[in-house]
């Protein structure tokens, strides 16, 4: 080989890693990575204990008879047997789900609603997604108090509205038929704007070519939402039906506010029965088994909206 073929060769072989000079001197990517890993190891450790020690607390206590005041009685699986036998368990867990689905389905109605108004929106968009904010940054007990107000039978401004159409007064939250609804759309006026800002930015991101591919087609404003936008925007809807899953599931204080479980147990979910067994007539160890079952059914309905999620994002 030639002199200038030799030298030509040799500038074609790139150095390997080692023999490369400015890595020679520089720290290596585990080092920096371990580094990250104690710098937040404070606030993992944190995290792990205010979230553990109560689940570990609660399933520790459910294998007791334990009532406030009174020495604990190791029973096992007692509490358990109890609670699949207790016909008010049941009925609360079928008033939850019944709640659950209800609120959800006009949550996301509701929200991917406003969600296409937001986004054909041009003037005072800031304005509206800032309005669009303050409810659900609200507490529910100031939520829960408020409607408490609104549907009050004889004051109430909802009776009132219903007046001026001649429509006899309602008994909102003191009707055992009307309760749930009631509790479900005062959530939707608190929740539905989060459920609005995440389908936004769903909306935000769908690719603008296909929807001019499918105007030249000639297809009308419903076709587009049928067949384009709500395909394309599942994996939001599912995001937010996630994240209202786990507050729906456990849904408490307005209840409380509102009803505390009435009228009789019309309202009675899992949660304010638990908060009754635990709080009111202080059966500890029964209470914690509730919660366990509760915390069960919000896992079991999480998992499986995050598997389907994951089948329409593929």
Known sequence: MTEPAALFAHSRVRPGRRDHPARRHRPGR???HRGFRWMLAPATLFVLVMIGFPVLDTLWLSHFSFHFGSAAHPIGLGNYATLLHDRQFWNSLEITFLLYVLALALQLVSGLYLALLLNRARRLRRLLRTLLVSP?????VVVGMMFLVIFDPTIGLAN??????????????????????????????????????????GLQSLPSDVYEAAAIDGASGFSLLRRITLPLLAPSLLVAAILRSVDLLRFFDVIYVTT?????????????????????????????????????VVIVVVIAL???????AW
Do not use: C, K
């Open 30 to 32: 585990q080092h920096a």
């Open 136 to 140: 659900f940054v609200m507490p529910g």
């Open 306 to 312: 995050t598997r389907l999620r994951r089948i329409t």
């Open 160 to 201: 009132w509205l219903l007046s001026l159409f001649g429509i006899p007064p309602a008994l909102w939250l003191a009707s055992p038929t009307w309760v749930i609804p009631t509790v479900a759309l005062i959530d939707t006026w608190q929740w539905a704007p989060f459920v609005a800002l995440i389908l936004l930015a």
């Open 260 to 296: 505390e479980g009435g009228p009789g147990n019309a309202s009675d979910t899992l949660n304010i029965y638990a908060f009754r067994q635990g709080f009111v007539f202080l059966n500890i160890g029964y209470a914690s088994a509730l919660m366990v079952a509760l915390t069960a």
